[in-house]
């Protein structure tokens, strides 16, 4: 544990599955708190994800445990289960755990029973469909959550299925969530000594993404449609076809529009009244993307990136993973990188502090292998009173 990282001295329990909690729970970790990946006998659903592997665990899950502690506990032995609640009520400052409806209060670890034994406990909760409604006991992930708040229905080619993201994007940002929530509730906890429970979603999550889309409609009773690689209030703004490949291009404004038409050499667009301001580009859409596509075509991605930046035009190769992996400007953020030579590079935070971003993370530990630690740290504890 980094003694000079911001949360360096802060214990967490995390007791998780799968992608959203984990997350949020390696954000923690990667901010210096030492967070206990709690693990039913088995193991963490995503050890067993695909399709790559790397020490014996499902490379996703490495990518979302790095940096926690990790022990094994079955809550539904009485004995393992009074364990997990003395670590919680007697060393933790945040329990966080998405645990199905109704089971934290089944097993004594829900916020009432908790926080009757410390009080100034932070529990985080982070459920599928909210902890209200007629839906809250269904489970739920992250594609289920595309599809009900919205985002697939804006999300692919217009006339074509609906898509989700390539990113599981809500099981991301509801990680996020939860990590707000939490040093709102610590912030919280040092000006008022009192604890929190936060309560985190799927839903809401994607809720939250659709906030656009949610004003449009109650502006106009606009509900929007999919655009592909566009977006529905800017045109263009979108990928284009060029010799090797495509090429986002934005034009945020009437004023970066004609500095495309110039560079494209077509200045007289800028000047067509279907085409000199946006609300006429939305209009004429298709036209304007056709002409912009046709140009873009005859030459490549690096041709056309750098031709665009001399005008002041933003545009971006869509690349592939490896691309982006092995780019020059990521490469220089550093923000993939590993703890030692016998590690993979994976992702650290996407976050500096005075210009140092925190260390890398040492790989997720096999399930159970801090359980020595755990007992240990109770035992001590025990003899010190």
């Known amino acids: 544990m980094q003694t000079n990282l911001p949360l360096a001295g802060l214990v967490v329990v995390e007791l998780s599955d799968n992608a959203s909690l984990p997350f949020g729970g390696q954000i923690l970790a990667g901010l210096g708190a030492q967070v206990w990946k709690v693990e039913r006998p088995g193991g963490d659903a995503s050890r067993g994800w695909g399709p790559s592997n790397w020490k014996g665990s499902g490379a996703a899950y490495h990518a979302l445990n790095r940096g926690k502690t990790s022990i094994c506990v079955d809550i539904k032995d009485a004995q393992q289960l009074a364990m997990l609640k003395e670590l919680i009520t007697q060393h933790a400052d945040v329990f966080m755990h998405n645990l199905r409806p109704g089971s934290a209060a089944q097993y004594g670890l829900d916020p009432e029973s908790l926080r009757a034994v410390r009080p100034e406990l932070i529990c985080c909760e982070v459920g599928a469909f909210g902890n209200a409604g007629p839906l809250s006991k269904a489970p739920g992930y992250d594609p289920l959550m595309q599809a009900f708040s919205g985002i697939m229905s804006l999300t692919g080619e217009n006339g074509q299925p609906p898509v989700r993201a390539g990113v599981s994007i809500i099981d991301f940002g509801s990680g996020l969530w939860s990590v707000i929530g939490v040093l709102a509730a610590l912030h919280r906890r040092k000006e ?87 609300a006429g580009r939305l209009e004429n859409r298709a036209e304007i993307d056709g002409l912009v596509g046709g140009v873009l075509a005859t030459n490549t991605r690096a041709y056309w990136k750098k031709r665009l930046e001399s005008f002041g035009v933003a545009s971006a190769p869509i690349q592939t993973t490896a691309e982006m992996v092995e780019h020059e400007q990521i490469r220089a953020l550093g923000i993939l990188g590993k703890p030692s030579d016998d590690e993979i590079a994976l992702v650290g935070l996407p976050l500096s502090f005075d210009g140092q971003r925190p260390p890398p993370l040492h790989s997720a530990r096999e399930v159970g292998a801090d359980n020595g630690k755990l007992q240990a740290l109770l035992h001590k504890a025990k003899a010190a009173q």
């Open 192 to 278: 008022r000594q009192i604890g929190a429970t936060v309560n985190a979603s799927l839903l809401e999550t994607a809720v939250a993404w659709m906030s656009v889309g949610v004003a449009n409609y109650a502006a106009n009773g606009e509900q929007g449609s999919r655009h592909g690689s566009g977006i529905a209030f800017i045109v263009p703004h979108r990928a284009y076809g060029t010799r090797d490949g495509y090429l986002i291009v934005s034009c945020a404004n009437d004023r970066l529009f004609g500095k495309l038409s110039e560079a494209l050499g077509h200045a007289e667009w800028a000047t067509d009244p279907k085409f000199a301001k946006n």
